[in-house]
């Protein structure tokens, strides 16, 4: 490893955990700062019993004070605090039970949508402006423009309601099913037409023409050559889009009754649960952060003629 190639990752390890900083200090800033509090909405709660409960979870102290001590819980113990409404419970159990499924659910998605994608790309690709190629470009158009909100909502009335094939609760492996399905359209449609532009792109190099000129069977081109060298977008899209599948699952997990950190997310703004939501959006911003940081890294890894800056 060059010292040129330290030097970047450094930079954007750096990078990385800067970001993650300004999130986890925005979000808590907002939250403070929206009207309101965690025991708004306690049944006839008093105002005693208000300054009793702010002063056991610390958030009767200065609101700096309050930022330093929770700042520091988190980086040296990754501690995001007891939920205020799950009693009982802390929020990285919240958080690691919710991932358990999230996780599942993103990385079967990712896998089947890059698997299915870039099949069907490759094939639109080398049946360019035959039927094929049209009907697969078509599909994934409505893929891609079909929010997933809608698409779930559809797949749930016409799987789970009209024909009863399968279940519209996401809590049973066989109920997964559907929210798979759903998360997993909009990347594969992306990846089917990244995959086509590359690999169309790939097929008019000058090293495509030479080897066909040499004799090299048409398989070795397609496989050895082209589409090899045209995965390289799709390789370099699929970390961020493994993170976007998971923290994008939020809506798609309420639809579908799916147990994962979607659920937990969007109860905990419902209830005003401030640990719950500051631990699950620093999980998913940290996750998202991540991915992006190691598919820039595997850019080198994948093609050595790109430079690092």
Not at 160 to 186: C, D, E, M, R
Not at 269 to 290: E, Q, S, W
């Amino acid at each position: 490893m060059g010292s040129k190639t330290l030097l970047y990752i450094l930079k954007r390890i750096g990078l990385a955990i800067l970001t993650v900083w300004v999130v986890i200090t925005i979000t808590f800033f907002v939250m403070r700062i929206v009207p309101g509090g965690p025991f708004m909405g306690e049944k006839a709660i008093s105002e005693a019993a208000t300054k009793a409960l702010e002063a056991k979870y610390g958030m009767d102290k200065p609101l700096f004070q309050q930022y330093i001590t929770y700042l520091r819980d988190v980086v040296f113990h990754l501690d995001f605090g007891p939920s205020l409404k799950q009693r009982g419970r802390e929020v990285i159990d919240i958080i690691t039970d919710g991932m358990k499924t999230s996780a599942k659910l993103g990385i079967i998605a990712a896998f089947a949508a890059a698997f299915v994608g870039i099949i069907l790309g490759a094939i639109a690709a080398l049946r360019r402006n035959r039927l094929i190629d049209k009907v697969i470009m078509v599909v994934t158009t409505a893929c891609v423009s079909m929010p997933s909100f809608i698409m779930g909502s559809l797949l749930l009335i016409v799987f789970a309601i009209s024909f009863k094939i399968l279940p519209a609760n996401g809590s049973t492996p066989q109920g997964l099913i559907l929210p798979i399905v759903t998360l997993a359209l909009y990347p594969m449609a992306y990846i089917t037409r990244l995959t086509r532009s590359s690999m169309l792109d790939v097929l008019g190099q000058d090293y495509i023409r030479t080897a066909k000129a040499k004799g090299v069977s048409g398989p070795k081109i397609i496989f050895g050559h082209a589409l090899k060298n045209s995965l390289i977008p799709v390789i370099t899209y699929f970390g961020p889009m493994l993170a976007y599948i998971i923290t994008g699952s939020l809506v798609v997990e309420k639809i579908f009754a799916v147990p994962g950190i979607g659920r937990a997310f969007i109860n905990s703004i419902t209830n005003r649960d401030y640990p719950l939501i500051m631990g699950t959006t620093i999980v998913l911003a940290a996750l998202i952060v991540t991915m992006n940081l190691v598919t820039d890294i595997l850019y080198k890894v994948v093609d050595p003629r790109i430079t690092l800056e």
